[in-house]
T-cell receptor, first 112, second 117 residues
C-alpha cells in the first residue's frame, strides 16, 4: 500500500526566507504526486501536481516541487516566503488504484 | 475553476441519531468522489471511494454499515453517519474528480464539522 511521509510537522520561518518541505512516498509503480495547501479556515487547494514529464513542477504563488524518482521524493520549495503563506501543506500520492493518500501535513508559520 | 459544495458545514447531533452530509460538484460531472475524515492535528484519512451508479469501496477499518455512501448522480454523493456516537465527531471532507479523465486533480469541499453530543 502506498504511504506518504512528511518530515516536518511544524515549520516557522521569517518572511523572505527560503522554504523546503520534505515529502517521501512509498509506492512501487507509477504515481501522480500533489501538494495541497489549506489556509486557516479554508478548504484544501491544489498547489501543484506532477503526472509525467519535467520533474520540476511549477505551481501557483511561486511554489515549485521536484520529483526525484530515485529518492521517492517530491519536495516543495519556495525561494522567498511571505506572511500569507502561513498555512498547512499536504503532500499526496495517487497510485494505480486511483486513491489519493495524504501525508500528515506540515504546519507552516511565517513570522512577519 | 471547479467547485465542490459540501453541506452542511457544521452539524451538531445527539448520540444515536443519523446525519447526512451532501457533496455536490457544481460545475462539472464527477464519476468518482472520495470521502475523507480529518482528525485534529492529523492528516486526511481516506474513508471510501464513491463511484456513480455503483457501491462505494471502503477502506480497511471503516464500517460500511455506519458510514453509508450513496452516489446517485454525477454531481451528488452523500455520506450518512448512522447511529452517531461521540467518537464519530470529526471533520469530514469530500472531494471530486472530474469525469474528464484520470489525469485531473481532486477538488475539495469545505468540509463538515460533525459534533455528536
Amino acid at each position: 500500500a502506498q504511504s506518504v511521509s512528511q518530515h516536518n510537522h511544524h515549520v516557522i520561518l521569517s518572511e523572505a526566507a527560503s522554504l523546503e518541505l520534505g515529502c517521501n512516498y512509498s509506492y512501487g509503480g507509477t504515481v501522480n504526486l500533489f501538494w495541497y495547501v489549506q489556509y486557516p479556515g479554508q478548504h484544501l487547494q491544489l498547489l501543484l501536481k506532477y503526472f509525467s514529464g519535467d520533474p520540476l513542477v511549477k505551481g501557483i504563488k511561486g511554489f515549485e516541487a521536484e520529483f526525484i524518482k530515485s529518492k521517492f521524493s517530491f519536495n516543495l520549495r519556495k525561494p522567498s516566503v511571505q506572511w500569507s503563506d502561513t498555512a498547512e501543506y499536504f503532500c499526496a500520492v495517487r497510485g494505480w488504484d486511483d486513491k489519493i493518500i495524504f501525508g500528515k501535513g506540515t504546519r507552516l508559520h511565517i513570522l512577519p | 475553476g471547479a467547485v465542490v459544495s459540501q453541506h452542511p458545514s457544521r452539524v451538531i447531533c445527539k448520540s444515536g441519531t443519523s446525519v447526512k452530509i451532501e457533496c455536490r460538484s457544481l460545475d462539472f460531472q464527477a464519476t468518482t468522489m472520495f470521502w475523507y475524515r480529518q482528525f485534529p492535528k492529523k492528516s486526511l484519512m481516506l474513508m471510501a471511494t464513491s463511484n456513480e451508479g455503483s457501491k462505494a469501496t471502503y477502506e480497511q477499518g471503516v464500517e460500511k454499515d455506519k458510514f453509508l455512501i450513496n452516489h446517485a448522480s454525477l454531481t451528488l454523493s452523500t455520506l450518512t453517519v448512522t447511529s452517531a456516537h461521540p467518537e464519530d465527531s470529526s471533520f469530514y471532507i469530500c472531494s471530486a474528480r472530474p469525469a474528464t479523465g484520470r489525469n485531473s486533480p481532486l477538488h475539495f469541499g469545505n468540509g463538515t464539522r460533525l459534533t455528536v453530543t
